[in-house]
């Protein structure tokens, strides 16, 4: 982790995407709170984050595609002054036009799929391939940190003055963004990296087509995305029936609901340390199957827990240690892909990923939202838990017989080309 610390250009980088993150958080814990103020209606919140994830979803891929087609640092340093421009309308006081805080959840959330995927492709050629598992794993340090500040920030914002703070809060942590990217990336041009010289002789939507194409073709990335896709169900079932669970089975009110998906963060921030420090000595296989079984394990214990105790302490515990796993699984994946897929296809990928990572999130909540009334929270929870351990397992045995066939593949090719 020292060695990344000491590269200018990837610690810009990194910085800058901690003050995207937390005006990411910022703007996803405060609109919310605020629409549900303004209309005492959990549908029309709802709603906020329904947007978002269509958004996601639908323009997903093609955000992935402009990272392929332009230079990246200078597509994340453009894309972060279009966010902040984006939330200068809640400046006012859009108390009876929510309509435009669902258009500025929206564009937040393509705009920041966009910026998270230039990130990711460009991430290879900040650092050499034998610390790339850690470059992600302190990279993605920045959810569970902006989680905790722009989290506590949006809330306390937001009982000040509206969505006022929101905007100057956000819009000063984009520009932040914007600078250190222009810096980071004139660091990264007097180190290793070279410069990105996309293809331009071909359409947009060509580029997009042959990319998704490629996706396909290529058995590495699609083993991924499908332990990413089991994981995104579970995560759609937990965000909704979770809130269900503190409530039914655990007799509690929002004050522990929040406390629970607060610390979370906490364990995020310890998984990404130790992933730095450890992630040289472990595949990005390995981090995957590990990642996805040990946050499995520990859901079980939580699921069912309140047979044996309701006491507050033990699952603000619990929900320390299930923060770890997830950061693991995330840096395996993310260096899964880029260790798979070329430099000029990247921004591609990454498009794909979470395009069907929020499309997989949506049928877990749809199915969250058909089944949590109908069955018990408890049993729907645990087949959560078993997509995790089915994500685990797709992981280790699918990237396992990938890996024992490129070998046979070398070996063939070698015999046809003499």
Do not use: K
Request: hydrophobic fraction near 55%; proline fraction near 3%; aromatic fraction near 8%.
């Amino acid at each position: 982790m020292v060695t990344l610390l000491r590269h200018r250009g990837f610690v810009l980088i990194w910085a800058a995407g901690l003050f995207s993150s937390v005006a990411s958080w910022l703007l996803l814990t405060g609109l919310p709170i605020y629409v549900f103020g303004v209309t005492g209606s959990a549908f029309t919140t709802s709603a906020v984050f329904l947007v978002e994830l269509l958004c996601g979803v639908t323009l997903g891929s093609f955000a992935g595609a402009l990272a392929d087609r332009f230079d990246r640092f200078r597509l994340m340093s453009c894309v972060a002054v279009l966010q902040a421009a984006v939330v200068i309308p809640l400046l006012g006081r859009p108390d009876h036009h929510l309509w435009i805080i669902s258009l500025v959840a929206g564009a937040q959330a393509v705009l920041t799929q966009t910026f998270d995927s230039a990130r990711n492709a460009a991430l290879p050629r900040l650092v050499e391939p034998a610390h790339l598992v850690r470059a992600n794993s302190v990279v993605a340090l920045n959810t569970s940190v902006g989680r905790l500040i722009g989290g506590s920030l949006g809330g306390f914002a937001i009982t000040r003055d509206g969505t006022r703070y929101l905007a100057v809060g956000g819009a000063v942590a984009f520009v932040i963004t914007a600078a250190l990217i222009a810096a980071g990336r004139r660091a990264a041009r007097h180190g290793t990296a070279e410069p990105l010289t996309p293809d331009r002789t071909s359409s947009f939507f060509t580029d997009w087509r042959s990319g998704l194409a490629a996706m396909l073709r290529n058995r590495t990335v699609r083993v991924t995305i499908l332990s990413v896709a089991l994981g995104g169900i579970a995560q759609g079932l937990f965000v909704v029936l979770f809130v269900v669970f503190v409530s039914r089975a655990l007799h509690a009110d929002g004050t522990l609901t929040g406390l629970l998906r607060g610390v979370q963060a906490i364990g995020g921030v310890a998984g990404g340390l130790v992933v730095g420090m450890l992630g040289a000595r472990l595949s990005p296989r390995l981090l995957m199957s590990l990642g996805a079984t040990t946050f499995a394990l520990i859901s079980l214990v939580i699921w069912n827990g309140p047979v044996v105790t309701r006491q507050p302490e033990w699952y603000i515990v619990l929900f320390i240690l299930v923060g770890a796993p997830g950061i693991a699984y995330a840096s395996g994946a993310f260096a899964q892909i880029q260790q798979s897929v070329p430099d000029t296809e990247l921004g591609r990928a990454f498009g794909a990923y979470y395009a069907i990572y929020n499309a997989s999130q949506g049928l877990g909540m749809a199915a969250a939202g058909l089944l949590g009334d109908a069955l018990s929270v408890v049993l729907v929870l645990n087949v959560q838990a078993a997509l995790y351990l089915a994500s685990g397992a797709v992981a280790y045995v699918g990237l396992r017989s990938v890996r024992r066939q490129r070998p046979a593949l070398r070996q063939r090719a070698t015999v046809e080309v003499r």
